[in-house]
């Protein structure tokens, strides 16, 4: 059974850094395995926000954490990370992890199995 479950959330003022972990079981990170973190605030539509490939590349489909958040992943441990700096109130959000099994990932349809989510809270 594939279970992703991640970690690092919390309580952060603005300006502030917070590094989610996202390990897996149950799926070997290996060719064809992509990785994404998504998030979603109270009331709003869920959103991409970064994608890994199998092969390291990535992708960042929100204009406003490109320059502050960088996704990367330990093949060897089946995580992946999501390094937030400048945290900004709007931020707020519960962000999950995803994964993608194929050769697609810069979608938010090609990822199938999900996280729990963590809460992360940007104080002003």
């Known amino acids: 059974q594939v279970q992703l479950v991640e970690s690092g959330g919390g309580l952060v003022q603005a300006g502030g850094s917070l590094r989610l972990s996202c390990v897996a079981s149950?799926?070997?990170?290996?060719?064809?395995?992509?990785m994404g973190w998504f998030r979603q605030a109270p009331g709003k539509e869920r959103e991409f926000v970064a994608g890994?490939?199998?092969?390291?590349?990535?992708?960042y489909p929100l204009d406003s954490v490109k320059g502050r958040f960088t996704i990367s992943r330990d093949n060897a441990k089946n995580t992946v990370y999501l390094q937030m700096n400048s945290l900004k109130p709007e931020d707020t959000a519960v962000y999950y992890c995803?994964?993608?099994?194929?050769?697609?990932?810069?979608?938010?349809?090609?990822?199938?199995?999900w996280g729990q989510g963590t809460q992360v809270t940007v104080s002003s």
């Open positions: 995803a994964a993608a099994r194929g050769r697609s990932w810069l979608r938010e349809p090609d990822y199938d199995t």
């Open positions: 149950g799926l070997t990170f290996s060719r064809y395995v992509s």
């Open positions: 890994i490939s199998w092969t390291g590349d990535s992708t």
